[in-house]
């Protein structure tokens, strides 16, 4: 059994910066294609970004340009650098698994493997 632990949210005024960290146990994340999803209140999960197992990165159109997704083999964990963030970024993010990179490039909830983690909130509010 495999689980994300997600870390790094918090509170940060509009233009600000953030480092959320994905840290996977139960597996290793080199073979892996691992994306970020995140919730706001009163709103459905939508992805964000993923990274394939290549290291290419996939974003919604939402976040490009602001948002880098990158990934440490050897310490096991991924990483979403958040850059300009918007009141609109504001939500709990969570780690998800994909089995393809077409469904890591999509970032559809339907593909995501295993269940969710407790997310990390990030809220952005002057």
């Known amino acids: 059994q495999f689980e994300f632990v997600e870390s790094g949210g918090g509170l940060v005024q509009p233009g600000g910066s953030l480092r959320l960290s994905c840290a996977a146990s139960?597996?290793?994340?080199?073979?892996?294609?691992i994306g970020w999803f995140r919730q706001a209140p009163g709103k459905e999960r939508e992805g964000v970004s993923c990274?394939?197992?290549?290291?290419?990165?996939y974003y919604a159109d939402s976040v490009k340009g602001r948002f880098t997704i990158s990934r440490d083999n050897v310490k096991n964990t991924v990483y979403l650098q958040m850059n300009n963030l918007k009141r609109e970024d504001t939500g709990v993010y969570y780690c998800?698994?994909?089995?393809?990179?077409?469904?890591?490039?999509?970032?559809?909830?339907?593909?995501?493997?295993?269940?969710w983690g407790q997310g990390t909130q990030v809220i952005v509010s002057s």
């Open positions: 998800a698994l994909f089995r393809s990179v077409y469904h890591c490039a999509t970032m559809k909830e339907g593909n995501v493997v295993g269940s």
């Open positions: 139960g597996f290793t994340l080199g073979s892996r294609h």
């Open positions: 990274i394939s197992s290549s290291r290419a990165g």
